[in-house]
């Protein structure tokens, strides 16, 4: 009785979709599927059972052909049972139609691209996060929350954080900074690629200069909470930069550009909501004990259990 109940709500549950096809260029490895929880348990993973347990009915696995299989060995045996699975390739050739790419060029279009190649499984409201940052279960229930009652192809969302509070200690970061009015809609988006903190000042480098950022603005995360009508703006738009920018080896497209533009063309709004949440993430290899540690905490607590794919646990939470 209670798989065939989860297996309806399914239908009418917000869906996850994980950015989960990055290089790690920084970290030094495939961080994606690095162990972190007492039972082996990736980071990923905590966000998906945070997921579980707000609603969320299926989770979209954004990944490379090249590790398709390893991926599948380590989380198809937890997750069956549990929620949707699926999976989407992002490749440099992906929705680039017949766009000649650079020979150069050994890398994808950054996290905009991504999102784009989940258009053909996603149809329904949908959350999009990074697989190597923990959000906090806070994050999750609000995301839940917008998607269900909130969203449409006019009202989307961004789970806001502290920025000073989501920089790594060693070495610069790319955070998306935001501004937005007293009704909290988002105002603008600039990606800074280069921020970090000094002197307990959060100071972020452009055009070779070193300037300073406000220390309460919220940071975007890269948790947006869509409509599944974003997907043809996302297009259009990818369409544009690989126009303008293709031919630059080190160009992005990132999520930031698509929701500036939406909101700068007046196509509707996008709400900042913020989270009182935990965020810690990986981009370095010295972040790995502070995350283990963190993780460690909050088993000890009784926040997680030291398992998260238990039976008992899933019987637990889910009947």
């Known amino acids: 009785m209670c798989s065939f109940a989860i297996k309806q709500m399914y239908i009418m549950q917000p869906t996850l979709v994980i950015l989960a096809a990055g290089m790690a260029s920084r970290y030094g490895s495939m961080k994606q599927m690095h162990q972190f929880g007492p039972s082996g348990e990736t980071i990923m993973e905590y966000s998906i059972f945070d997921a579980i347990q707000a609603g969320f009915g299926k989770v979209v696995f954004i990944i490379r052909k090249d590790f398709e299989q390893p991926f599948k060995q380590i989380f198809e045996p937890r997750l069956k049972g549990k929620i949707q699975t699926?999976?989407?390739?992002?490749e440099i050739d992906t929705y680039t139609k017949g766009y000649k790419i650079p020979m150069e060029r050994n890398k994808p279009w950054g996290t905009a691209h991504a999102m784009l190649c989940a258009k053909n499984e996603v149809h329904e409201p949908f959350a999009v996060i990074?697989?190597?940052?923990?959000?906090?279960?806070?994050?999750?229930?609000?995301?839940?929350?917008?998607?269900?009652?909130?969203?449409?192809e006019k009202?989307?969302?961004?789970?806001?954080?502290?920025l000073g509070k989501t920089l790594s200690q060693y070495g610069s970061v790319s955070r998306g900074v935001c501004k937005a009015d007293a009704q909290q809609h988002l105002l603008s988006i600039t990606e800074r690629t280069k921020i970090y903190s000094k002197d307990n000042t959060?100071?972020?480098?452009?055009?070779?200069?070193?300037?300073?950022?406000?220390?309460?603005?919220?940071?975007?995360?890269?948790?947006?909470?869509?409509?599944?009508?974003?997907?043809?703006?996302?297009?259009?738009?990818f369409n544009d930069f690989l126009k303008l920018n293709g031919a630059n080896l080190?160009?992005?497209?990132f999520i930031p550009i698509v929701a500036d533009y939406f909101i700068q063309k007046g196509l509707g709004t996008i709400t900042v909501i913020p989270t009182g949440a935990?965020?810690?993430g990986v981009t370095y290899k010295e972040d790995a004990p502070g995350v283990i540690e963190n993780i460690q905490q909050m088993t000890q607590k009784g926040l997680y259990p030291s398992n998260l794919w238990s039976i008992e646990v899933l019987q637990k939470n889910t009947c």
Not at 86 to 90: D, G, K
Not at 133 to 148: H, T, W
Not at 155 to 162: M, P, Q, R, S, V
Request: glycine share 4%; net charge negative; charged share 20%.
């Open 155 to 162: 009202k989307h969302a961004l789970i806001g954080y502290e």
């Open 86 to 90: 699926a999976y989407v390739f992002q």
């Open 130 to 152: 990074n697989a190597d940052d923990f959000y906090g279960r806070e994050s999750f229930s609000k995301a839940y929350q917008f998607l269900s009652n909130l969203c449409d």
């Open 202 to 237: 959060i100071v972020y480098e452009e055009n070779g200069k070193i300037m300073k950022e406000d220390t309460t603005a919220k940071a975007s995360m890269n948790f947006w909470c869509f409509h599944p009508t974003i997907f043809l703006l996302i297009e259009n738009l």
């Open 250 to 253: 080190t160009s992005e497209f």
């Open 278 to 280: 935990n965020w810690f």
